[in-house]
C-alpha cells in the first residue's frame, strides 16, 4: 500500500462490500436498485414530457427532481460496481473531482427543489385562488433554475477548496464514493475551517430548506383538516404524506450525517447511511410519487395506449 501511495496521484476507494459471497449479492442488489432507479425516473421524466394534462409547475419539479435522481444515483454506483468487479479500487483525482461535483451539485439542488416543491403544495392548497400567479410557469423556471445554479455554484466551491489541500498521509478513502468529510482525515493540515465551511453549507441547503418544508406542511395539514370536502381534504392529504416521506427519506440521513461532529461519526455508519440517500431514495422516489398519484397513474394509461394505437 505504501509502494502504491508513492508512485500513484489517484485516490484508493475502500468500498462498501466484502469482497466475497455476500458481497457479490449485495451487489446484484444494489445495481437491482440501480437499474430500477434509472428505469423509474427516466420514466417518469419522459411521462411528464409526453402528457400534456402534467404539463403544471407541480409536475414540471417533479421531473427535474426525477433528473437529479438519476445523475445522483449515476455518480456514485457505476464507479463502485466498477471496482468491485475488476478487483480496483483506485480512482483517478479527475475522476474523484467530477464524482464530488456532481454529488454535492445533486444533492444540494434535490434539498432546494424539495422546498419548491413544498412552496407550490402551500400556495396550492392554502392559497388556491393565487395559485396561477404565485406559481406562474415563470415562477417555476425561476425555482428550478435557481436550484440548479446555487446547487452547482456550492458544489464547485467545494470541489475547488478540496483540491486545493495536500494529502500526505494515505490517499485510502474509506467510503464507497469521494465524499469530502471521509478525504479530511487524510489531509496534511488542520481542515476545521473547512469542515465549518461544510456545517454551514448543509445548514444553508439542508437544514433550513427543510425547515421550511416542514412549516409549509404545517401549514398545509392545518388548512386540509379544515377542509369541508372529503374528496379534496383526501387529495390534498395523499399529496401531503408522499410529498413528507420522500423529504423524510432524503433528509434524515443527510442531515444526520453531515451535521454530526466528526468525534460522533464513524465509517462505517457514513457508509451505511449514504446508501440510503445516494441509492435507495432515487429507487423510491418515482415509486413514491407514481402509485399513490392518481394523475400519474391515469398519464401513464393514456400515454400507453397513444403507445399501443400507433404500434397498430
Not at 48 to 71: E, K
Not at 151 to 168: K, V
Not at 208 to 217: A, D, K
Request: proline letters at 4%; one cysteine or more.
Amino acid at each position: 500500500m505504501e509502494k502504491w501511495n508513492q508512485t500513484s496521484n489517484d485516490f484508493i476507494l475502500l468500498g462498501l462490500l466484502p469482497h466475497n459471497q455476500t458481497g457479490l449479492l449485495l451487489l446484484l442488489l444494489i445495481i437491482s436498485v440501480f437499474v430500477l432507479a434509472c428505469l423509474g425516473n427516466s420514466g417518469m421524466t419522459a411521462l411528464i414530457f409526453l402528457d400534456l394534462r402534467l404539463h403544471t409547475p407541480m409536475y414540471f419539479l417533479l421531473s427535474q427532481l426525477s433528473l437529479m435522481d438519476l445523475m445522483y444515483i449515476s455518480s456514485t454506483v457505476p464507479k463502485m460496481t466498477y471496482n468491485f468487479l475488476s478487483g480496483q479500487k483506485s480512482i483517478s483525482v479527475l475522476g474523484c473531482a467530477m464524482q464530488i461535483f456532481f454529488f454535492i451539485t445533486m444533492g444540494c439542488s434535490e434539498g432546494l427543489l424539495l422546498a419548491s416543491m413544498a412552496y407550490d403544495r402551500f400556495v396550492a392548497i392554502c392559497h388556491s385562488l393565487h395559485y396561477p400567479i404565485r406559481m406562474s410557469k415563470r415562477i417555476c423556471v425561476k425555482m428550478i433554475l435557481g436550484s440548479w445554479t446555487l446547487g452547482s455554484i456550492n458544489s464547485l466551491a467545494h470541489t475547488i477548496y478540496t483540491f486545493q489541500i495536500s494529502y500526505c498521509r494515505s490517499r485510502a478513502i474509506n467510503h464507497f464514493y469521494c465524499d469530502i468529510p471521509a478525504m479530511m482525515p487524510l489531509a496534511c493540515m488542520d481542515t476545521w475551517v473547512y469542515e465549518y465551511m461544510v456545517f454551514v453549507s448543509t445548514t444553508l441547503f439542508l437544514f433550513l430548506p427543510f425547515l421550511g418544508i416542514m412549516v409549509s406542511y404545517g401549514r398545509v395539514l392545518f388548512s386540509v383538516f379544515h377542509m369541508r370536502s372529503k374528496e379534496g381534504r383526501k387529495k390534498a392529504f395523499t399529496t401531503c404524506t408522499t410529498h413528507l416521506t420522500v423529504v423524510t427519506f432524503y433528509y434524515a440521513p443527510f442531515v444526520y450525517t453531515y451535521l454530526r461532529p466528526r468525534s460522533l461519526r464513524s465509517p462505517e455508519e457514513d457508509k451505511i447511511l449514504a446508501v440510503f440517500y445516494s441509492v435507495l431514495t432515487p429507487m423510491l422516489n418515482p415509486i413514491v410519487y407514481s402509485l399513490r398519484n392518481k394523475e400519474v397513474l391515469g398519464a401513464m394509461r393514456r400515454v400507453w395506449g397513444m403507445l399501443s394505437s400507433r404500434k397498430k
